[in-house]
């Protein structure tokens, strides 16, 4: 196992934030973003992985010497 250093940068008292704080707004509109671009993300891969196409000429290439 290794060593670990931590910096504390900041002190908040305990318990729930409002949700007019900004902090809190700024942290949902984060969150909200990153999940809507996984989702993107998501959708995109499985698009290609549908329409793509494999040829696996390595495995033909060995069926026509072996049928030689």
Do not use: C, W
């Not at 793509?52 to 030689?68: C, D, P, R, S, T």
């Amino acid at each position: 196992m290794g060593y670990a250093i931590y910096k504390l940068i900041a002190r908040e008292p305990a318990g729930q934030r409002e949700l007019n704080d900004p902090r809190v707004q700024q942290t949902i509109r984060q969150g909200l973003r990153e999940g809507h671009a996984q989702l993107l993300r998501s959708a995109y891969f499985e698009v290609l992985h549908n329409e793509a196409k494999v040829h696996n000429y390595f495995a033909e290439e060995i069926l026509k010497q072996g049928a030689q």
